[in-house]
């Protein structure tokens, strides 16, 4: 038994251990949010992302044996898609462009920049050389699963402007279902602020995660501003320029003059438009990553928690916004078309797209 010195000497010892196993503990949270423009409620919806979420949409949708244009396949995806969105009750949902039948939710923005929009999107029709036999799992069950898990996520939180998360048809038979939104957006001089592409973004059999970005020149800040997530929330990815103009949706809305970034695989899945488009081909880690990157994308455009006023923490958190997005807010503010134009400043803590 230890005497009573031997004693105190002990409880001294295991205070100061917990005392510095308390100061490692606060030194690793520090670093943790050490990344500038770091927010804890962006990093607490990218810990949400689920695989087994991404696993089970597209083992859903590759169900449908086929989802090409014509086929009873892709109206019943179209049926299951609306009806999954509709689970969500914070979110507007709708068939949108007739025939063409996109699949459409929106979250409306809490806010003064409620009129602008931030969408995000990913082609759901399917094709093979035997369009009744199109499983169509990289191309694109994986990518729709991303955007309705961004849509399960986002769902639960506010932002200042509104996010369309958008399935489109007909991608495979010339994009109909993009090219009918992205025209009658422009016609209704509808402010998008960004056009989020997912298409292919999920194969990678040789666990590289390297994540192509391809953005055009209105959206070359929003580039720059993601090559800084990876570090900021911890998310494994290389991040590599796009040179080729890879054709999929966000051709729609450069071709109206929306700022567009595209996110895909570096390389086309080899079983793509075969009938070997299989889940077995998918990685659902590299899915994560993706759907992760993008959901810091969109949270930073549409303005998390816009609104709320008279919190310094949240406001300040949007100076530092401002402070990383200088080329975003410049060029979204010259090249969006149609122009941006009313959006207030200062009072709703938000990037105030004017005088930077
Ligand atoms: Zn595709």
């Not at 035997?130 to 069950?141: I, V």
């Not at 890879?246 to 793509?272: C, K, L, N, T």
Request: aromatic fraction near 6%; charge should be negative; include cysteine.
């Amino acid at each position: 038994m230890p005497s009573h010195d031997h004693l105190q000497t002990r409880i001294c010892l295991i205070g100061a251990a917990i005392v510095l196993i308390l100061l490692i503990s606060a030194a690793a949270s520090a670093s943790d949010t050490g990344q500038p423009g770091w927010d804890p409620e962006v990093a607490a919806m990218i810990a949400e992302v689920s695989e087994s979420e991404l696993y089970a949409t597209t083992a859903d949708l590759q169900a449908f044996g086929t989802r090409a244009i014509g086929t009873d396949g892709n109206t019943e995806a179209a049926a299951y898609l609306h009806d999954r969105l509709r689970a969500i009750p914070e979110l507007e949902v709708e068939y949108q462009g007739g025939d063409r039948r996109n699949v459409v939710a929106t979250l409306p923005g809490s806010g003064q920049n409620a009129d602008t929009f931030v969408v995000v999107g990913a082609h759901y029709d399917s094709t093979a050389t035997d369009p009744k036999n199109a499983p169509g799992a990289t191309d694109n069950a994986a990518g729709v699963a991303i955007v309705l898990e961004l849509a399960r996520i986002m769902s639960s939180q506010t932002f200042d402007r509104t996010i369309a998360f958008a399935l489109w048809n007909a991608e495979e038979a010339g994009r109909h279902g993009s090219r009918d939104y992205a025209r009658r957006a422009a016609a209704d001089d509808r402010e998008i602020l960004l056009y989020l592409n997912y298409d292919s973004t999920a194969y990678d059999p040789e666990n590289r995660s390297v994540v192509t970005v391809l953005a055009d020149a209105r959206a070359a800040g929003v580039a720059r501003a993601m090559a800084q997530y990876p570090a900021r929330y911890g998310i494994d990815v290389t991040l590599v320029s796009e040179s080729g103009v890879p054709i999929s949706d966000h051709v729609s809305f450069r071709e109206q003059g929306y700022p567009v970034v595209m996110m895909h695989a570096p390389r086309p899945g080899w079983p793509m438009h075969t009938p070997d488009d299989t889940i077995d081909y998918v990685s659902f880690p590299y899915a994560r990553k993706s759907a992760q990157l993008g959901l810091a994308v969109l949270a930073e455009v549409a303005c998390l928690n816009g609104t709320v006023t008279g919190d310094e923490a949240q406001v300040s958190a949007s100076r530092t916004a401002v402070a990383v997005f200088p080329h975003l807010i410049a060029d979204l503010e010259r090249l969006t078309r149609p122009p941006l134009r009313g959006i207030p400043t200062g009072s709703s803590g938000c990037p105030d797209m004017q005088g930077l």
